[in-house]
Nanobody, 126 residues
Framework: QVQLVESGGGLVQAGGSLRLSCAASGRTFSRYDLGWFRQPPGQEREFVAAIRSSDGRTYYADSVAGRFTISRDNSKNTVYLQMNSLKPEDTAAYYC???????????????????WGQGTQVTVSS
């Protein structure tokens, strides 16, 4: 069982920055593929970013590429999402997700991730 706890959400003006953190349980965190997803009000949950355990390669949705950065600190069992140049359309509940076994499917697919956090709200005002 893997537990994920997000933090760092809040209210920010357009153009501002936030850094989300997700602390994970488990002794094999370094082997987890990790992802961030978001769910805007009234919409489906969508992929934001992912980082692989095998080589640290990162992936981003087109809508956030160049503005958001995913990273991990295996010594702290934590994955981060640095969000810069925020826009009102980035407003959503943000969720981190973990795949501890390396499911062979697209990193942007929700089916890849067995464990999910409870979410943290990000609101960007115009």
């Amino acid at each position: 069982q893997v537990q994920l706890v997000e933090s760092g959400g809040g209210l920010v003006q357009a153009g501002g920055s936030l850094r989300l953190s997700c602390a994970a349980s488990g002794r094999t965190f370094s082997r987890y593929d990790l992802g961030w997803f978001r769910q805007p009000p009234g919409q489906e949950r969508e992929f934001v970013a992912a980082i692989r355990s095998s080589d640290g390669r990162t992936y981003y949705a087109d809508s956030v590429a160049g503005r958001f950065t995913i990273s991990r600190d295996n010594s702290k069992n934590t994955v981060y999402l640095q969000m810069n140049s925020l826009k009102p359309e980035d407003t959503a509940a943000y969720y981190c997700a973990a795949d501890p076994v390396g499911i062979a499917t697209m990193v942007a697919s929700r089916r890849k991730y067995e464990y999910w956090g409870q979410g943290t709200q990000v609101t960007v005002s115009s």
